[in-house]
């Protein structure tokens, strides 16, 4: 059974931090490219970050630049996403996406909530 499980989420004071884990099953993820996406209510799912299959090459949306590293163990087959500096706008569902050319798979999402 392929399975993402996403995990780490939960509540969090602007400029806390969190790290999101992306525990994979039923498959290798060593060969996928690995992503983070988040979607907040009301508006459309959206790209975080993304790494390479061996984690050489990294990319991230504008908005976490230099606040989020997004990391893989393809030892422990699982992805990381380091968040830091948080802010309010950064609430939202976040899901961890496997992709090899056009097979994809989802996470279930893990719950962000950034509040005072």
């Known amino acids: 059974q392929v399975q993402l499980v996403e995990s780490g989420g939960g509540l969090v004071q602007p400029g806390g931090s969190l790290r999101l884990s992306c525990a994979a099953s039923g498959f290798t993820i060593s060969t996928y490219v690995m992503s983070w996406h988040r979607q907040a209510p009301g508006k459309e799912r959206e790209l975080v970050a993304e790494i390479s299959s061996g984690g050489g090459t990294r990319s991230y949306a504008s908005f976490v630049k230099g606040r989020f590293t997004i990391s893989r163990d393809n030892a422990k087959n699982t992805v990381y996403l380091q968040m830091n500096s948080l802010n309010p706008e950064d609430t939202a569902v976040y899901y961890c996406?496997?992709?090899?050319?056009?097979?994809?798979?989802w996470g279930q999402g893990t719950q962000v909530t950034v509040s005072s």
């Open positions: 996406r496997s992709r090899l050319q056009e097979l994809q798979y």
